[in-house]
């Protein structure tokens, strides 16, 4: 089981992620795309990741914006798990 982590673990992760924002004991963060398919291809690659990871993110899809949520569940708040998924999200974008 991920151990959850501390407040300032947390604070000290965060500042490794660009525009990720901590609220109600999560990490979450809103990507824009340029129509409807980028943004769904953008879900089906994170999907696969989160799959490999078996840690899967709260999704919403609102047309052309996607809205990643993170926590761990089992732990009660965040574990590293969730920074691990953000900076492969991140990379999604980027790649």
């Known amino acids: 089981m991920a151990t959850k982590l501390s407040p300032n673990e947390i604070t000290e992760k965060i500042k490794t992620l660009s525009g990720w924002q901590f609220a109600d004991n999560a990490i979450q ?10 943004a769904i291809e953008f879900v089906n690659r994170v999907a696969r990741l989160a799959e490999e990871m078996d840690h899967h993110p709260d999704i919403t899809i609102n047309y052309r914006r996607v809205t990643m949520v993170l926590s761990t569940h089992s ?10 998924l953000a900076k492969k999200i991140e990379s999604v974008v980027a790649g």
């Open 29 to 38: 963060k809103q990507y824009v795309f340029e129509s409807f398919m980028p």
């Open 75 to 84: 732990a009660g708040g965040l574990s590293a798990l969730d920074f691990a």
